[in-house]
């Protein structure tokens, strides 16, 4: 019995030094975060401030963004604007200058319609003009000329060509003049056209119609390469 008292005696005693100790690391936790409390704030006012610069910059920005969209036009560079070693299709008759985007996927129209956002699309796996065949243009038509420059509708005035017309591809440094040889309306079906297979140098630009901007067929403007100059 007795050693039962004293075992119950340092048991407590044990106890009770614990719960001491574990109180005073509960006042120092409790006194740091008085202290570095202040400080979590920091972040929060710092995003809050960014967010607030960033509305202030938006809202500053958006005329610009208006501008910017307001002055798209189909002549967009001149042979002094442009990069010598880019992509780009001019045709004079129809004031047409436009950048044209290499290697886009006629299969799905998600990637075109997006290619147009930036100019005039090159078909994947068709010829560049550096190359014998093919080299495949496409974009969009509408019948409606006042609507082209907001839905990007760079081939609209394309029904004005007829043949003997001069087309020229700046590609890589190099100036490529062609003149329209063959006009063909085609249905949408005829993907065999769809190639940039040929035993000389030409340029295949299609379109919508006719009428422009129907869906009931194709017009397919060929024209062959008639000279090259190197401008860089």
């Known amino acids: 019995m007795k050693k ?14 614990s719960f001491m100790f574990f109180a005073l690391s509960l006042l120092e936790v409790k006194t740091k975060a008085q202290i570095f409390a202040p400080n979590t704030f920091v972040p929060s006012e710092g995003l809050k401030e960014e967010k ?7 809202s500053l920005a958006e ?3 208006s501008d910017a969209n307001s002055t798209k036009t189909f002549s967009e560079f001149t042979e002094d604007s442009i990069d ?3 992509f780009y299709l001019r045709i004079d008759k129809i004031d047409l200058f436009k950048a044209i985007v290499q290697d886009v996927d006629p299969r799905y129209k998600d990637e075109y319609v997006e290619s147009w956002n930036k100019g005039v699309s090159h078909g994947k796996f068709t010829a560049t003009p550096d190359q014998i065949g093919i ?13 082209a420059l907001d839905e990007n509708a760079w081939f609209t005035h394309m029904d004005d060509l007829t043949e003997g017309d001069e087309v020229i591809i700046y590609y890589k440094g190099t100036k490529y003049t062609y003149e329209v040889s063959e ?8 993907t065999g056209f769809y190639t940039g297979v040929a035993p000389v140098q ?22 062959l390469l008639i000279s090259e100059e190197v401008i860089l």
């Open 4 to 17: 039962l008292n004293i075992i119950l005696k340092i048991s407590f005693g044990f106890a009770l030094v």
């Open 63 to 65: 005329p610009y963004l």
């Open 84 to 86: 010598p070693n880019g």
């Open 202 to 223: 030409k340029v295949r630009m299609q379109f919508c119609g006719p009428p422009t901007g129907s869906l009931a067929s194709r017009t397919l403007v060929d024209a």
């Open 52 to 58: 607030e610069a960033k509305s202030i910059l938006d």
């Open 135 to 147: 080299t495949y243009l496409f974009s969009h038509a509408v019948s409606n000329s006042r609507n």
């Open 183 to 190: 006009i063909h309306i085609v249905t949408p079906e005829a």
